[in-house]
């Protein structure tokens, strides 16, 4: 959504454990840029919330609705309301985090009230976008973020957000992303450019 000025609200998962260290760090620097040209920002670190697995049950493809009742809530809530999402995770055995995993499987719900209920809540009238950054320890080898971007292909479908831009970064076990001022610079640039973004599909 879009506010009366033509600002966006943003959403932004950092699906790491550790705050403050590199997936926390770059995905700060894109909503610094974010924040500097009116952007408002959300973002929310999934290691504080209490989000349950999903377990499978069915209950939303027949109702539409989660059976649990914890604080994914307020991701859903954002989902809605939001129209740039940003979504941040360390490479955890060449996939996203278990805890952004645990988000991700409880999109199932958005995905039932879409197609099971023939529901239009997820498809708002404002152009979405998404943006996924992830971080790796190990130094950059073929296919290393492959798996992260087939799971996240499907969650910006989900949400009806056009997938825009990957930002990968490989080698932080040697070199800390706040010591890279390249990386930074550009996370940040990124992030203040954010509303004339073309599609992007980066390594460092």
Excluded at 49 to 58: E, H, L, T
Excluded at 61 to 83: P, R, T, W
Excluded at 98 to 105: L, T
Excluded at 179 to 203: A, P, T
């Amino acid at each position: 959504m879009r506010d009366g000025d033509g600002m966006s609200k943003v959403l932004a998962l950092m699906g790491s454990p550790r705050k403050n260290k590199n997936t926390d760090r770059a995905l700060e620097a894109m909503l610094t840029g974010m924040r500097e040209i009116g952007h408002e920002v959300k973002k929310i670190n999934i290691i504080d919330k209490d989000i349950s697995p999903c377990v499978g049950c069915g209950y939303c493809e027949k109702e539409g609705e989660c059976v649990i009742k914890d604080d994914m809530d307020e991701i859903y809530e954002g989902f809605d309301n939001s129209n740039i999402f940003v979504i941040a995770s360390p490479l955890y055995f060449n996939t996203v985090s278990s805890f952004m995993k645990k988000v991700i499987d409880r999109c199932q719900k958005v995905w039932a009230f879409k197609c099971n209920h023939n529901d239009t809540k997820y498809k708002g009238k404002d152009k979405k976008m998404g943006i996924f950054i992830g971080v790796g320890g190990a130094d950059f080898y073929h296919d290393q973020f492959s798996a992260m971007v087939t799971t996240m292909d499907l969650v910006f479908k989900v949400i009806d957000a056009k997938y825009i831009g990957n930002y990968f970064i490989s080698g932080t076990d040697k070199k800390n992303v706040s010591d890279r001022s390249d990386v930074m610079d550009e996370l940040y640039n990124i992030g203040k450019n954010i509303d004339r973004q073309e599609s992007f599909y980066l390594y460092r």
